[in-house]
């Protein structure tokens, strides 16, 4: 489960003060799917780097699985990203010199449990994702829709408590989009994922179980 | 937008870009500052040494019109009258040298010039301070038979004022001078040897025993016009050359600086094209900083397109934009490369003294033009680096460079391209080889040299991509490196030639040195078998070949436990208008007790030869150069005519770079009339202690003046420290071209780093520690330098190839046995590779630091 309280993000360069967050509170329940939607420059990707352990708050609690976020040490914040949290970007960011499969297995590489069992989960879930014939491609190999489905592996490999997603479709086209959203709904559902999607897509949002709208910095609906 | 504010607005702006990325710009300004610091003090202190010698030359000399001097041997003073009653000669004057030690001044010696004050008026080129400023400072001159000028310098460093006396010793000869006047050199000649000191001639000649001799006349003509001059010379030289013993030399005064600057030239050329690499260097850093900055700067440059401005004015304002920092670059590179040579003075002043010419060089002076020369050359340099990312990055259309997310996810480049510059590099170097060796042109041999580095530079690319095909094994950070390197061969590959010139540059002449030592080490385990040496102190000091008190082979005769004395003179002279070292020596001692490593031979012993007939040995470098084999025959100028000297035999010597003419004592002294000695080699009764005998030694030479008395293993030291000193500066330049290096690794990683800033956002999110992202960087150093360093191994056995084998032979004529400093090339490699791996720290530890969040929001 993920929750805040009064959670507020300022940003302060030089006389410049930017407040991004301006006391968010929310609840989000294990296996819920919730899109987080707004207008450019509303604080979603802020709320979403905090909820992902990216980023600390300026003041306010954020809690994953009663974890608090908040008081954790760079290290921690770490440790907790290799265990419970996944990405997926709108640029996709595979490393093009490795392998499709090898890039799957990157948060497991990193956190020393790339065994046999892993690589068996990640031919898993480049199965599912419908690139078993794809293993051995690099990247540049890949459409942009191919490359979003084995970014969705790579974010799901280390069976995380919750997935993030940052414009997900972004950068593909409608039918590509479709597919990846069903597949990343299909998936956590199916694994029991908590999932938050920020997205200026109508169609990406109507996929979500909620949808928390924020305008600057406050939840809005 | 017009012109200027294009330029207005992008210099404006990329002011601003250098002042938020300042590490990479300090790193941009610092490699071309070392590289042009490298040029600057290389050129300096070659300009020094020119300018002090030429004004030593002048000071001593004046600016005659003409001049007869003797070479190896004296004139007789007879000639003057000759001179004076051509028509052509409006006034003649005589000059006598001398290099005196001076006994209570131990290390310092007087460079001491006769001149007839009463003749050498328009010759005069110094001012005689603190005396009459009228005619009678002639007078005054000449009056008392002991008065000497000396420099202030020296005096002030002497400690000597007006009045004072100093006792000075040359050729056995004690005696007593007094300084009446002390010398002030006209405002151009300030680079001068301060230890010239003035004298009546008459003065040196009887305070010295050399009564009737003169080592030159000086002459003003009396045509003043420059083309008629060079007539004039021709027809007086031919006038007089019936009248003039064979080893006099007639003709403009110029000739002997020119002489010494030729000699000097291949020792210049040597040091120049090393400072010369350091600048190459450099210029593959600018490339790679300009092509970091564009690529980070795509967008922008596509605005700029999409508002109008053509590629060719893009391409000129990111050019211009480079040749800002290069600016600042050169400007601090002239500033260190002359706190550089201020430091190397001393150094290269001692290798010249000790391998070609009396030098003596105090401070640094250098021309506007060779510093504003240097500042162009790091602008050129920067210019040229810079075009090529330049004329990239104005090629991309301009909607492609809008989009975001395409520079990281191109595919690693095609690298097979550089395959076919790079053979065809290393197919000049051979073909630059023969010509070094076989077509006249021994300067090419650098070329030679060149087209290695340039091989191994294209080839950077190759190997870099070949290493990065290894697959590592399982540790993330190993894994990642590998990745992140080989996406970043764009930058790399450029950083890895850098190193590799680098690392192949100081091992190639790490093994040449180390190759040279050996065999020059050998050589004298071999050739010098005597126990003991003798010679007069200035012979080190001031590198002269000064005549030994002949009382001290009376003195080494006569001790006890001596079984032969070998007796050494050497002179130098100039044959078919190249310097050579004419020596003898009791070829009967040498052949019992000291046997010359001989080479070729004619049929039977040439010792006999030599010591029953005009026969001679000749060392290796000068059968080499001047094409002679035993059989052969050199014409020697001597006081007594020209005597032709049959080659006997060619035998291996690394004393001398000119090359030498072995003669036997008495068959030198017959034909040469020569009886000075200038040194003394004595072998000792086996078991005779050797320390008791040089106290004894000392304690009877001690009167007589300052003598070196060298022991065996003391003489081998010393010729090694020599040695060792005459490379020093080709190490220091070894060292800052791999400090330029250094800095390529740091500036190639950091560039990475600044352009990945969202991968590595991505990573840390993904999973990836603090420690993990340093570790990945570090590995990728690793990666870089291990690159640098195989192809730099590789390359560094070819250029020592290049060194010893084709620009030695060239120049040198010597032979150098291959001996592969292993030891040492281990440590240089270890070392090149801490460095890269020190070189990676800040960028790793700026990567590491990076807040994944922020890292995330950069795109």
Known sequence: ?221 | MNWSTSLRVFLAHGGRDFLAHKTLTLLNIAALAVGVGAIVAIQTVNETALRSFRASLDLVAGRPDFTVEGQGFRLPESLLPILRADPAVREATPVLQVVASLPAHPGEFLHLVGVDPFSNGELVTYRLEDALKNPADAIAFVSEPDTIALTRRLAERLGLKIGDTLRAVHGGRETTLRVRFLLEPSDDLVGADDHLALADIATVQSRFQLGGQIDRIETILRTASPAEKETVRQSLTERLRPRLPAHARAGSPDRRGREVERMLGAFQLNLTALSLIALVVGMFLVTNTVAANVARRRSEFGLLRALGLGRRALTILIVAESLLLALAGSILGVWAGLEVARRLLGTVASTVTSHYVLLSMRDVTVTPASLIGAVVAGLVAAALAAWWPAREAARVPPVDALQFGHISDRAVARFNRFLLPAVISFAAAGLFSLTALHGGLPQTGFLAALGVLLAAAFTAPLVAHALARVRPARIPAWILARSFFLRGLHRHSLAAAALAVSVGMALGVAIMVHSFRVTVDRWIGESIRADLFIAPSTNLIAGSLEPLDPEAETIATALPGIRAVGSYREIRLFLDGAPAKLAACKLEVLKTCNPLPILSSLPGDPYELCQNGEYAFVSENFSHRRHLKPGDTVSLPTPNGLRPIQVAAVFRDYTTESGLILLDRAIYQKITGDLNLTSLALHLEPGTPVQPLIDSLRAQLRPRGEFLIYSQSALRDEALRIFDRSFAVTELLRTLAIGVAALGVTLSLTALVAERTREIGVLRATGARRGQVLRTIMAEAGYLGATGISLGAITGFVVALVLMRVINRAFFGWTIDWHTPWPLLGSILVFVFLVCLLAGLPPSLRASRLSPAEALRSE
Not at chain 1, 35 to 45: D, F, N, Q
Not at chain 1, 76 to 92: D, H, N, P, S, Y
Not at chain 1, 114 to 131: H, M, P, Q
Not at chain 1, 194 to 199: F, N
């Open chain 1, 1 to 221: 489960m993920l929750e805040t309280r009064d959670l507020h993000k300022i940003y302060q360069s030089g006389d410049a003060r930017v407040e991004a967050l301006r006391g968010i509170t929310l609840k989000i329940l294990s296996g819920e799917i919730v899109a987080i939607t707004g207008p450019s420059g509303c604080g979603k990707s802020t709320l979403l780097h905090i909820l992902g352990a990216l980023d600390t708050p300026s003041s306010g609690q954020a809690y994953i699985d009663g974890l608090p976020l908040h008081s954790m040490n760079d290290d921690a914040l770490t440790g907790l990203r290799q265990l419970k949290i996944g990405f997926v970007f709108q640029f996709f960011h595979l490393l093009p010199t490795l392998t499709v499969e090898e890039n799957v297995l990157l948060p497991l590489l990193l956190s020393g449990r790339a065994d046999a069992l892993g690589k068996s989960r990640a031919r898993d879930l480049l199965e599912t994702v419908g690139l078993a014939d794809r293993t051995h491609h690099r990247p540049h190999q890949l459409s942009g829709g191919q490359l979003q489905r084995a970014a969705l592996a790579r974010a799901l490999v280390h069976r995380p408590s919750v997935l993030l997603a940052d414009e997900p479709t972004g950068n593909l086209d409608s039918a590509s989009s479709a597919a990846v959203i069903n597949l990343l709904t299909s998936l956590s559902r199916k694994e029991k994922t908590t999932v938050i999607l920020v997205t200026h897509s109508e169609e990406v949002a109507k996929a979500a179980d909620r949808r928390i709208r924020l305008v600057d910095g406050r939840i809005h609906s």
